[in-house]
């Protein structure tokens, strides 16, 4: 049997990187894109290639794939977080926000689609608990994780016919590069005179210390490999210990019982 074909987004640190190695050392041929592949070349093997993707760019993501005749599975992972408020924030980052987390994954789906559609396929979508959770300064953020959300569920049913499954992974905080490099402030938000640096100085430190302290991004490579050996897993599923604990909280509890435990975990309430 042929190897089975992944292309996974943003594979140059944290959970892409780890599955892109994960899923290469046990025998699948893996595209790993990023919009700086030689960080990848001390990885590279024959079952791993770094390939240059900016998912922003559709003539990019175009010419990126074009010589890969047949694409199996498909890892939307690349993302980062805009914090600040919706009242400080530029239209530019605004923009540039669900440029990457949402309207990067409808580019590369658009280009992966047809290479998947004779012989079916698995995309899967690294979305976020925070895509089912409400926070101060996150919103574009939070609400990009949403829309990835939405597109999993109306693609599950546009992509059935052709033997392609949709999955959406919604991880709690993990240990990445994350907080380090891929969280984007916003300058008037952090700044001493914003209406809001109460809420920056209660939340920042306790998100940040929260990410860097999660879980090992190895329990969503194995996920990940567990997704694609069964073909009747779940839509959805929620992987760390804080998706863990808000995911099926979110599932029992009222839209208001379930703010006010989100408000008691952040302290929001002493705003
Ligand atoms: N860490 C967490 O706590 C956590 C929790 C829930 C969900 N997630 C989600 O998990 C995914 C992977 O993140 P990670 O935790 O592994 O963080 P990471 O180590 O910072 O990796 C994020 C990857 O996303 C890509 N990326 C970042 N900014 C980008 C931009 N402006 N344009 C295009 N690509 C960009 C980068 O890819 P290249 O530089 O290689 O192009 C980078 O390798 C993200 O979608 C994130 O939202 C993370």
């Known amino acids: ?4 074909v992944v292309l996974i987004t943003g594979s140059s640190s944290g959970m892409g990187r780890a599955t892109a190695l994960y899923l290469a050392n046990r025998g699948f041929k893996v595209y790993a894109g990023s919009r700086e592949p030689d960080k990848l070349k001390e990885i590279e093997s024959s079952n791993l290639m770094p390939i240059k993707l900016d998912i922003t760019d559709i003539k990019g993501v175009q010419d ?6 047949q694409i199996d599975i498909l ?5 980062y977080g805009l914090v600040g408020s919706v009242e400080e924030v530029s239209e530019e980052q605004m923009l540039a926000q669900f440029n990457v987390n949402v309207f990067g ?3 590369v789906c658009k280009v992966v689609i047809p290479k998947m559609r004779e012989n079916g396929g698995i995309i899967i979508n690294i979305s976020s608990f925070l895509g089912k959770i409400g926070l101060p300064l996150l919103t574009f953020y939070n609400s990009s994780k949403y829309a990835l959300e939405g597109i999993t569920d109306s693609l599950r049913h546009e992509l059935k016919p052709f033997n392609i499954r949709v999955h959406s992974i919604l991880p709690g905080f993990f240990d990445t590069n994350f907080a380090r490099d891929n969280l984007v402030t916003n300058e008037l938000t952090f700044s001493i005179h914003s209406p809001y640096k109460k809420m920056v100085s209660t939340l920042a430190p306790t998100l940040i210390e929260q990410i860097n302290s999660g879980n090992d ?13 069964d073909k009747n897993y ?3 599923v929620a992987v760390g210990q804080k998706a863990k604990k808000f995911i099926p909280m979110r599932q029992i509890l009222s839209d208001e019982e379930f703010e006010d435990r989100v408000e008691n975990s952040y302290n929001l309430n002493r705003l």
């Open 75 to 79: 890892i939307n992972n690349a993302g």
């Open 1 to 4: 049997m042929s190897k089975k």
């Open 64 to 69: 990126a794939l074009k010589d890969i005749e």
């Open 105 to 107: 994954v409808f580019r």
């Open 234 to 236: 779940k839509a959805r």
């Open 217 to 229: 991004k190895i329990e969503v490579a194995k996920l990940i490999l567990e997704i694609i050996k």
